[in-house]
Every structure is written in structure tokens, then in C-alpha cells.
Nanobody, 116 residues
Framework: QVQLVESGGGLVQPGGSLRLSCAAS????????MGWYRQAPGKQRELVAI???????DYADSVKGRFTISRDNAKNMVYLQMDSLKPEDTAVYYC??????????WGQGTQVTVSS
């Protein structure tokens, strides 16, 4: 069983920064990608950023230039550095992992609130 645990969310002012972390544990034999999705109330869950095992990265257009995803494959950790935060970034952020055997896992989510 794989467990994903997010941390680092909180309340920040517009223009501020937060760094989210996700730790994966359990029977992880082959990770294809890890990444971040977010969901605001009444909206669909949307891709924020993903990074594959070999370092390929995709960002949502709305966060390009502001967010940076990184990972530590040895630790099965993924991070999301969020800079220049906007109120529109307010959402629950979910860590996501997909294995090479096509299993997908989700964390419980961490709340990010951007407000003055």
C-alpha cells in the first residue's frame, strides 16, 4: 500500500511564497511520475505540475514562471515551490503518484489560501 502525505500548506499574502512537500511511502517499486493537482470549491481538480522519473516536467499555463516542481527520487519526495502567489491559487493541493504498473495514488490534500 502506498501513502502520500502532503505538508507545507497554509495562509499566505498575495505575492508571497509557500513550499509544498509530498512524501511517498509503502510498496513503491517503480514510480512513473509524481506531481501536484489542485481543486478549488466548485471547480474541477486541475493539473498544477508533474515530473517524471527521468525529470520531464509539465506545468499548467496558469503557474508557469511562478511555480517550480522538483523531486528526490531516492527519497520518493516531490516538492512544489510556489512564488508570486495569487488569490486565484487558493485551493486544496493534492500530491499524485503514478507507478509504471498504472496504479495511481492521491494524498489527502493540503490547503493553500492566498489572501490579504
Amino acid at each position: 500500500q502506498v501513502q502520500l502525505v502532503e505538508s507545507g500548506g497554509g495562509l499566505v499574502q498575495p505575492g508571497g511564497s509557500l513550499r509544498l512537500s509530498c512524501a511517498a511511502s509503502g510498496s513503491i517499486f517503480s514510480v512513473y511520475l509524481m506531481g501536484w493537482y489542485r481543486q478549488a470549491p466548485g471547480k474541477q481538480r486541475e493539473l498544477v505540475a508533474i515530473i517524471t522519473r527521468d525529470g520531464r516536467i509539465d506545468y499548467a499555463d496558469s503557474v508557469k514562471g511562478r511555480f517550480t516542481i522538483s523531486r528526490d527520487n531516492a527519497k520518493n519526495m516531490v516538492y512544489l515551490q510556489m512564488d508570486s502567489l495569487k488569490p486565484e491559487d487558493t485551493a486544496v493541493y493534492y500530491c499524485h503518484l503514478v507507478s509504471h504498473t498504472s496504479y495511481a495514488y492521491w494524498g489527502q490534500g493540503t490547503q493553500v489560501t492566498v489572501s490579504s
